[in-house]
């Protein structure tokens, strides 16, 4: 039976009062969801505002895996938060996952109808940032 996630990461408890902001509002509904209840959008936002990483970027790195073009946005939109993640708040990767991502966003960007080459081009430079970004970090865990 899976629980919500305020129970399983019981840090994480709701926001009180009586005006609150839409992010407040939207902290206090993520977190009375079950994990797989999470939207790409619940995801995309704990990117973003740097909540409960691990379990964000974990998620996040399922998603890719099964469709590495995929956003809340646009195409590519999960990738380019999750190198935010990277970048801005040390996020880490599963390194079997972030394996398995490589090999199918590789293949993937090469046989997808992009509308735009320029599109292509976005998408293949985020690509470059992640794998540059694991591979540092796999250099590091070996020294």
């Not at 993520?30 to 990117?47: A, F, T, V």
């Amino acid at each position: 039976m899976s629980r919500l996630i305020k129970c399983i990461f019981e840090n994480e408890v709701e926001i009180q009062g009586d005006s609150l902001a839409p992010l407040e509002l939207w902290y206090n509904e993520m977190i009375n969801k079950k994990i797989e209840e999470l939207s790409i959008l619940d995801i995309s936002r704990m990117l973003r505002q740097n909540v409960l990483m691990p379990l964000a970027m974990s998620k996040a790195m399922e998603i890719l895996i099964s469709n590495p073009l995929d956003g809340e946005m646009y195409d590519g939109d999960l990738l380019y938060q999750v190198v935010g993640a990277i970048k801005n708040y040390g996020a880490a990767v599963d390194k079997q996952m972030a394996d398995a991502f490589i090999k199918i966003a590789n293949a993937e960007k090469d046989t997808y109808k992009w509308e735009f080459q320029e599109y292509k081009a976005e998408y293949e430079d985020l690509l470059k940032e992640f794998i540059k970004y694991h591979r540092k970090k796999c250099l590091t865990d070996e020294i």
